[in-house]
C-alpha cells in the first residue's frame, strides 16, 4: 500500500479538502480534531431483522409504541422491550434512508425511541480494553477480555448534520458506512459510487450492468477517557485513504494503489474528539459524538459488504 506524496502544501490541502466533503467532519468521520454513512440491502437487512426476536412492530408518519411500559421488572420483559424497540429503529432507518430522508416529525420519533432504548443500556464499561490490552481468552476470576466494541458495524440511521450534508451531493451517492473496530484501531470507511448509477437496472437483458464503486477511509487510534467517563471512546486521527473498489464491474483496488496520507500525531489530551456509547448489546450500537453532535446507530454485521 503505497502513499503519496504531496509536492506542495496546495496539494495536501485540497486533498484534505476533497476527504472532508467526502467524509464529513464529526468523530465518525474527519473533524477539525481528526470521519464518520448505504440503504441496506434487502437481504441485509432482513439479516438485521431476523436477529431480533419476532416482535410485530407497526411504525407510521403519527405513531409509534406509546404506550411501551417504562418499568420493567425482569430481564425478559427488559429484553422484549429492548427488541421492540430495535425493530423500530431498523423500520425507520430503512424507511428514511438512514436518516437522509428522514422529516423533522421521523427525527422527533427517532429521538423517542432512542432515548427509551439508552435507558435500558445493558453496557456500563463500553471502554473497557478499547486500548488493545484485552486478550481473547477468558479469565473465570474477571470474566472475559474482549473489547465489547469489537467488531464490524454498518450505519443505519444518523442525525448529524455534516453526514446528512453529504446526501445533498448531486453527483455522488452514498454508499455504506462502517466502523471496523479491532482495538485499538478503530477505521471508518464510508462507500459511494457515481449518482447516475442509480438509475440503472441491475441487470439488462439478462446481463448484469457494471457498477463502479469507490472508498473513503479514516483510521483511528481509539482510548478511553478514564473511570469518570466509562463509556466514552477518545480518538486519536491516523491516516486518511481514497481508492477505487471497482470500475465498470472490474475489481480495481489491486490494480491501483490507494491515494493516501499520514495525520499528523498530537497527544491529545482534551476531550476535542470523541463519542459518547449510550446502547450497545451484541446486536446494536448507538454512540453521540461530541462535535457537531448527533448520534448514529449501527448494526453488527458479519461482513463489508462491497456491493454498492
Known amino acids: 500500500m503505497s502513499t503519496k506524496r504531496f509536492s506542495s502544501r496546495n496539494d495536501l490541502s485540497g486533498f484534505l479538502l476533497v476527504m472532508v466533503h ?32 419476532p416482535l410485530k412492530a407497526t411504525i407510521s408518519e403519527t405513531n409509534i409504541d406509546d404506550d411501551i411500559p417504562m418499568d420493567i421488572n425482569n430481564d425478559d420483559d427488559s429484553k422484549g422491550l429492548r427488541d421492540n424497540l430495535k425493530r423500530q429503529i431498523l423500520q425507520l432507518g430503512a424507511s428514511y434512508d438512514r436518516g437522509f430522508g428522514a422529516s423533522p416529525r421521523a427525527r422527533t420519533k427517532m429521538e423517542s425511541i432512542l432515548s427509551r432504548l439508552e435507558s435500558y443500556n445493558p453496557q456500563t464499561n463500553a471502554a473497557r480494553f478499547i486500548d488493545g490490552s484485552g486478550r481473547t481468552t477468558t479469565d473465570a476470576s474477571y470474566g472475559s477480555q474482549i473489547s465489547p466494541l469489537k467488531g464490524n458495524w454498518r450505519m443505519v440511521w444518523t442525525t448529524a448534520s455534516d453526514v446528512l450534508l453529504l446526501g445533498g451531493n448531486p453527483f455522488i451517492a452514498i454508499g455504506a458506512i462502517y466502523q471496523f473496530i479491532d482495538p485499538p484501531v478503530v477505521t471508518n470507511v464510508i462507500d459511494f459510487f457515481p449518482r447516475v448509477q442509480t438509475l440503472f437496472p441491475q441487470t439488462l437483458s439478462g446481463i448484469s450492468v457494471p457498477n463502479s464503486l469507490a472508498r473513503a477511509k479514516v483510521t483511528t487510534k481509539a482510548s478511553s477517557r478514564g473511570p469518570t467517563y466509562p463509556n466514552r471512546i477518545g480518538l486519536n486521527f491516523e491516516r486518511v485513504e481514497l481508492s477505487g473498489e471497482e470500475l465498470f464491474g472490474q ?19 482534551q476531550d476535542v474528539g470523541f463519542f459518547d456509547v449510550t446502547y450497545l448489546d451484541d446486536e446494536l450500537l448507538v454512540i453521540r459524538q461530541n462535535a457537531p453532535g448527533g448520534c448514529f446507530v449501527l448494526v453488527q454485521v458479519d461482513s463489508e459488504d462491497t456491493e454498492p
Open 251 to 269: 475489481h480495481v483496488s489491486k490494480l491501483f494503489p490507494p491515494l493516501g496520507i499520514d495525520l499528523p500525531r498530537f497527544d491529545v489530551t
Open 22 to 53: 467526502i467524509g464529513g467532519v464529526s468523530s465518525f468521520g474527519i473533524s477539525s480534531h481528526g470521519i464518520s454513512s448505504v440503504i441496506p440491502s434487502d437481504q441485509s437487512l432482513s439479516s438485521s431483522f431476523r436477529r431480533l426476536s
